[in-house]
């Protein structure tokens, strides 16, 4: 069975103060890696897809990276604005030509300023 | 890009009552369209995706249905709610591509008392 685990589960940082979350996963086939960003009763709302590894993503702050079995979602200097839960979520081929998405729990950040 | 009309936000009803939520996209036509829901401590847990009108399938036994009766419209439904259909209920909808991002709506948290 897929199984996509993210760690920690909840992270408090300073203002500034760098870090990165962890998404380790066991799929076979890998499709694709995906991370977004969820504010407190929203929707989740895209950041990146990782293809394979080696491959690198950036946005502002945030930088997402790729392994074999993990990826990370590095976070520099974090601002408040950022404090959201991050969730992952990975694509694998699941037989019959079709697809499945599996989520992982979430990273939930708070940016203390 | 898309947009994801989702309705209502919050929606309090008492076991056994009937459900009907609401999605509707805007920016795409023929878009893969998708109920997740979202349980406190959970991962998303995907419930009916859809690729075409009047095509569902569901991912997982349980209370719920689902009908795509426009392009741009999916709806969840149930006859009889029971405590266990409380949760966080979100549309996505993605352009087709088995790489695609999905993008979500804005939710809607139901209480089942």
């Known amino acids: 069975e897929d199984q996509v685990t993210q760690s920690p589960e909840a992270l408090r940082l300073q203002e500034g103060e760098s870090s990165s979350l962890n998404c380790s996963y066991t799929?076979?086939?890998?499709?694709?890696l995906f991370w977004y960003r969820q504010d407190p009763g929203k929707g989740p709302e895209f950041l990146f897809t990782?293809?394979?590894a080696g491959e690198e993503k950036e946005k502002e702050r945030l930088k997402a990276t790729l392994t074999k079995k993990e990826s990370f979602l590095h976070i520099t200097a974090p601002k408040p604005e950022d404090s959201a839960t991050y969730l992952c979520?990975?694509?694998?081929?699941?037989?019959?030509?079709?697809?499945?998405?599996?989520f992982g729990k979430g990273t939930k950040l708070s940016v203390i300023p | 890009s898309q947009t994801i009309h989702q309705w209502p936000a919050t929606l309090v009803q008492p076991v056994g009552s009937p459900l009907s939520l609401e999605c509707t996209v805007e920016g795409t036509s023929n878009p893969n369209l998708y109920w997740y829901r979202q349980a406190a401590g959970r991962g998303l847990q995907l419930l009916f995706y859809?690729?075409?009108?009047?095509?569902i399938s569901s991912e997982v036994p349980q209370n719920l249905s689902a009908s795509r009766p426009q392009d741009r419209q999916f709806i969840l439904s149930s006859k009889k709610l029971l405590l266990s259909d409380s949760g966080f209920y979100l549309c996505a909808c993605s352009s087709g591509s088995t790489t695609e991002k999905l993008f979500f709506g804005s939710g809607t948290q139901l209480s089942v008392l």
């Open positions: 859809s690729v075409g009108i009047g095509q």
């Open positions: 990782l293809y394979s």
């Open positions: 799929v076979s086939g890998l499709r694709g």
């Open positions: 979520a990975v694509q694998a081929y699941s037989g019959a030509g079709s697809y499945q998405l599996t």
